[in-house]
């Protein structure tokens, strides 16, 4: 007989572990703690939306970028900043 998945199995996962990893996903793109803001996430979905519009703690190599002229973070694919219109800086 083919086995099943509870529906109290199916919730916790959906409510609880998805957001945790969701969350700790993007807290590492952030250069943030991985572990610190799963928890949070799963215990709080609503800090999902915290890091998503957290700025980063420092450069992430394909993620973000600091303007050398302003300070702020931009998404890596910009290639000029959108406050100061500094050219990002290459690397050598």
Do not use: D
């Amino acid at each position: 007989m083919a086995e099943f998945v509870k529906p109290a199995y199916l919730a916790f996962l959906l409510v609880i572990v998805v957001p945790g990893v969701a969350g700790g996903i993007l807290a590492a793109n952030r250069a943030r703690n991985f572990v610190g803001w799963s928890i949070l996430c799963a215990v709080f979905p609503i800090f999902l939306l915290v890091i998503y519009f957290h700025k980063p703690l420092r450069e992430v190599e394909g993620k973000f970028w600091k303007c050398r002229s302003c300070g702020e973070y931009l998404k890596w694919q910009e290639a000029s900043c959108k406050y100061c219109n500094a050219p990002r800086a290459t690397v050598e």
